[in-house]
Every structure is written in structure tokens, then in C-alpha cells.
């Protein structure tokens, strides 16, 4: 009985922060995005500082019809919003912000988290491929080309990781992390993140969507809330590479004080890891496929690979 | 030649990424400058073209604002009228009475011509600028409602600081000429000057 009441509470938590922290994300990136592009559009709505503006993009989507093309691929079409979303939510489930304080601890913790994330991007290409358009078709090929060069940067980054500290496990990665890490997995972190974000397909990274050039990418015929949720899926994605990147790298829970509010510093963590995120979208022009291309394959795996031989001739040496 | 900052070549050892987070960054902590139309007023320069006022009264009809408008938006119609002579045998004179007098705003450049060519200051500039329609035969405006903007022209800005005198001042401080010494006429008695210059007529 207990047993069961402890996995709803902790699905509902798991549920809760699912449902919040991706709006979170979109609400800062409203706000810092207006500020560093000096534009007061998104101050207006509600009284202070625009607070309303998510709620109201919210009832937007709801009130837009839902189109469905005629020669679209119907069940695919309709399909690919949740196919996009709910992997995070599964992912979610296996990241711990404090020992103890997690959906479920995973003894493979690392691997469930990206496997699960990379089902999220199949629904970009279900999208691309049902949507009987062919922008869409175009962003959708260029999503897989994508997602297929940059899989292996995050997966190498993420087994540096493992490696230094001997475990799979999250939270055992988390606990085995020292503030000398920082240095140690400088290029992991790097290349993680970078990886990461373009397997969000956010800019610089966005040669996918490019909403200049090929109107929406894989999103083009989506209309009203199933378009909402490919944005928020690319808010809940956001959140997990932050935690991840967080727990991994930055040492998750570990600060002053730690013992109580070890999951305050891992989401203070990812909050900066996201602010990043978005902080990089504004600043950066996006990427070429050609240089896109090159970057992955140039640079981030030759640095990934190296930065793995380092990691096992320090392990080794350290033992 | 602005005062701009001209684009400087990029500094070695500093990637342009690292240039476009600081930036950003400083957008992010500085307060955003944007005009905030409707809800604050635009400071507008003196001489900005906005709408164009009409004095009625100092209308002569003389046309040449119609004829050298490029895009021809403005209409004048007028009627003569016969005065009667003002004193008895006098000559009876006739007068232009302005009927019509119409711009359409749909197509005017705001150019400016009409308002330099004017020979009598009866067209000038107003700073309004908010009348936009909905319906584009409402931007016609007819002589009441060009009449009306004229309480909107601003008073013409003073000369510029170390300008030159207007004409006018500058005849007015001139001291008076010296008076030449006048040589008696000969045989002349009284020795009667000449009037000066300025004081003739």
C-alpha cells in the first residue's frame, strides 16, 4: 500500500514538473529574448511585465482550427505531436535532482534518459514525412541528416561522463562528481551541449525548421494546439538537456548547504543551462547544413573521442 | 559624413560568437529604447511634414500650387466676384472667391512643393500626422478640415544661434549714415541740409 502510494506521488511530481518547468522555460525565453532584442511586444499582455503573454498564446493555439491536409498521412499526422512530447516526459522520469528526489532511480539511468530523449525526434520526422508538403518533407530529411550526425557527439560526450565516474547511474554520477570535473570534462560538457541543442533543433541549429527559407520545416501544415505541442516538446527537450547537463557535468545537487537543498542547486543549474540555451539562440546565426555538418563530424566527434581517451588514461591512472 | 561608429575590423582573439553573446548581454541589462508609440507621443522636429494646413483668407487662387504639384492631389475650384467701386466714379474690381479647395492625402507625396511655391503663405506645414482612414475617399480633406490643421502649425523656429540678422533687423540697428557736410548753394542763405537718407518718403 505504501509502495503504491510513493509511485503515485512520485509520478504526479514527475507529472507536475513536466507540465511547469517546460513553461517555465518558455516564459523566460519570452522575457530575455524581448530584452536582448529591445522589443516590448511580449510586455503587454497582463499588467506587470507581460506576465499573461504564455497564457494567452495558450488560448491562441486552442482557438485556431485543426487542420489536417487530405493527402496527409492521417494517424502519422496526427500521431506526431505526442510522439514528439511524451519521450520527455519519460525521460524525466529517470532524472534525479537530489538523491532520493527523482521519478524512478534507474541503474542505467544515463541510457534510459538518451534513449528516451532520442525517441522525441522521431516525431519531427513523422511530421516531415506524413505532411503530404513538401517543405515539410525538406525540413523532415534534414532533421534525420541532423539528428543522425549529432546522436554521436551527445552518446560519446555523455560516456565520458560514465566512465570518469564508473557508473551508469545518474545519481552514481552525480555523487561521484568533484569540482575538478569542470576542467577534467570541459570538452564533454562542450560538446554535450552543443550536440544537444542541435538535437533540439533549436538555433543555430534550426537548418531543420529554418523558418525563413522553408516556411516551417517538418511543422509547416500544423495548426492550433498539435503545433503547440511540437514547441512545447522543444521547451520540455530544453529542460531535459539542462538537467542533464546539470547532473552530469555541473555536479547536479552539490553546493553549500547541500544536504537540504541539493535539489534547489540542480535546478538552479538547469535554470542557467537553459537561460544559456536561449541566450545562444538570440546571439548566434544559424548554421549552414554544410557547416552544420562539418561541425559535428570536424569537430565536436574528433573532440568527443579525445576527450574519451583522456578520460580512461586518467581513470586509469587515478586507479 | 555621420557621426556613426564605423564598423571596426574584427579584433583577432576575439571570435565573433563571444562578441555576439556580450552584446546581447548588454541589450539584456540596459533598458530597451523603443518609441513607444500610441501610448507616448513622438518628439517631432519642427519642420516635420505631417499634414498640410491651408490659411483660407490669404488664398489668392492663384493656382500655382495645383500646377506644380507633381502628382496633381490638389483641386481648386473659385468664382470671380465683382466689389463695387469703393468711392463714386471709382473703378469696380473683381476678386477670387475660393470654392473649392481640396488634397487628397491618398496621393500626396509630401513633397513640399505647394508649400514652398505659395506665394502668399496660405499652404504650410503641420506636424500631425493621425489621420489615417479607414476608407481611402476620407483622405480627401476639403478646406474646413485643411483650415482646422492650421492650429497645429507651430510657430517657425528662430534663427540659428550666430546666424546672420534678418534682412529687416540687420537694415533697422544699422546706425544712420553720417550726415555729409552739405555745401552751401551758392548764393544759398539758409544753409538748409538735405533730408537723410533713410527719412525720404
Request: aromatic share 8%; proline share 6%; with cysteine.
Given at each position: 500500500m505504501a509502495d503504491a502510494l510513493e509511485v503515485v506521488v512520485r509520478v504526479v511530481a514527475v507529472l507536475a514538473a513536466f507540465l511547469t518547468l517546460p513553461l517555465l522555460v518558455g516564459q523566460t525565453e519570452h522575457k530575455v529574448m524581448a530584452h536582448m532584442q529591445g522589443r516590448l511586444g511580449p510586455m503587454y499582455a497582463g499588467g506587470f511585465h507581460g506576465w499573461a503573454q504564455l497564457v494567452a498564446d495558450g488560448v491562441k493555439f486552442m482557438q485556431k482550427e485543426d487542420v489536417t491536409p487530405a493527402a496527409a498521412d492521417r494517424r502519422v499526422f496526427r500521431l506526431a505531436p505526442a510522439v514528439a512530447l511524451v519521450p520527455y516526459l519519460v525521460a524525466m522520469v529517470a532524472i534525479p535532482l537530489a538523491p532520493g528526489v527523482v521519478g524512478a532511480e534507474l541503474d542505467a539511468g544515463l541510457l534510459f534518459v538518451l534513449a528516451a530523449s532520442a525517441v522525441g525526434v522521431l516525431g519531427t520526422l513523422m511530421a516531415g514525412w506524413s505532411s503530404a508538403n513538401k517543405y515539410a518533407l525538406l525540413g523532415g530529411l534534414r532533421a534525420a541528416a541532423q539528428l543522425l550526425s549529432y546522436e554521436l557527439p551527445i552518446v560519446l560526450a555523455a560516456s565520458s561522463v560514465a566512465m570518469a565516474a564508473g557508473t551508469l547511474?545518474?545519481?552514481?554520477?552525480?555523487?561521484?562528481?568533484?569540482?575538478?570535473?569542470?576542467?577534467?570534462?570541459?570538452?564533454?560538457?562542450?560538446?554535450?551541449?552543443?550536440?544537444?541543442?542541435a538535437e533540439l533543433q533549436r538555433p543555430p541549429f534550426d537548418m531543420p525548421v529554418a523558418d525563413s527559407e522553408i516556411v516551417f520545416g517538418p511543422y509547416t501544415e500544423y495548426t492550433g494546439l498539435r503545433f503547440a505541442f511540437f514547441l512545447l516538446s522543444e521547451y520540455a527537450?530544453?529542460?531535459?538537456?539542462?538537467?542533464?547537463?546539470?547532473?552530469?557535468f555541473l555536479g547536479g545537487w552539490h553546493g553549500p548547504f547541500s544536504d537540504a537543498l541539493g535539489w534547489l542547486w540542480t535546478l538552479l543549474k538547469t535554470g542557467a543551462v537553459a537561460v544559456l540555451v536561449i541566450w545562444v539562440r538570440v546571439a548566434w546565426p544559424r548554421l549552414r547544413e554544410d557547416q552544420l555538418q562539418a561541425l559535428a563530424w570536424k569537430v565536436l566527434v574528433p573532440l568527443a573521442l579525445a576527450q574519451l581517451a583522456l578520460t580512461g588514461l586518467v581513470v586509469v591512472m587515478i586507479s | 559624413m555621420s557621426d556613426r561608429p564605423q564598423p571596426k575590423p574584427g579584433k583577432p582573439g576575439l571570435p565573433g560568437?563571444?562578441?555576439?553573446?556580450?552584446?546581447?548581454?548588454?541589450?539584456?541589462?540596459?533598458?530597451?529604447?523603443?518609441?513607444?508609440?500610441?501610448?507616448?507621443?513622438?518628439?517631432?522636429?519642427?519642420?516635420?511634414?505631417?499634414?498640410?494646413?491651408?490659411?483660407?483668407?490669404?488664398?489668392?487662387?492663384?493656382?500655382?500650387?495645383?500646377?506644380?504639384?507633381?502628382?496633381?492631389?490638389?483641386?481648386?475650384?473659385?468664382?470671380?466676384?465683382t466689389l463695387p467701386a469703393a468711392t463714386e466714379g471709382g473703378r469696380e474690381r473683381q476678386r477670387n472667391v475660393l470654392d473649392r479647395f481640396d488634397i487628397d492625402f491618398s496621393l500626396c507625396m509630401y513633397c513640399g512643393i505647394c508649400v514652398e511655391v505659395c506665394p502668399f503663405d496660405a499652404l504650410e506645414w503641420s506636424p500631425e500626422f493621425e489621420?489615417?482612414?479607414?476608407?481611402?475617399?476620407?483622405?480627401?480633406?476639403?478646406?474646413?478640415?485643411?483650415?482646422?490643421w492650421f492650429a497645429t502649425v507651430p510657430p517657425p523656429p528662430g534663427p540659428e544661434a550666430g546666424a546672420a540678422e534678418p534682412k529687416e533687423v540687420a537694415a533697422a540697428l544699422r546706425p544712420a549714415r553720417p550726415r555729409r557736410p552739405v555745401r552751401p548753394p551758392a548764393g544759398g542763405a539758409d544753409g538748409g541740409a538735405a533730408p537723410p537718407p533713410g527719412e525720404q518718403a
Open positions: 547511474s545518474l545519481v552514481g554520477i552525480g555523487e561521484a562528481w568533484r569540482p575538478w570535473w569542470l576542467v577534467w570534462q570541459a570538452p564533454a560538457l562542450l560538446c554535450f551541449l552543443v550536440a544537444g541543442v527537450g530544453i529542460v531535459v538537456l539542462s538537467a542533464l547537463t546539470a547532473v552530469l | 560568437l563571444i562578441k555576439g553573446l556580450a552584446v546581447t548581454a548588454k541589450n539584456l541589462t540596459t533598458p530597451s529604447h523603443t518609441a513607444e508609440y500610441p501610448d507616448v507621443e513622438p518628439s517631432l522636429p519642427p519642420r516635420s511634414r505631417g499634414v498640410i494646413a491651408l490659411v483660407q483668407e490669404n488664398c489668392t487662387v492663384c493656382m500655382l500650387c495645383a500646377r506644380e504639384c507633381p502628382d496633381w492631389c490638389i483641386y481648386i475650384d473659385s468664382h470671380k466676384e489621420y489615417a482612414e479607414l476608407d481611402i475617399k476620407d483622405l480627401l480633406h476639403d478646406k474646413e478640415r485643411l483650415s482646422q
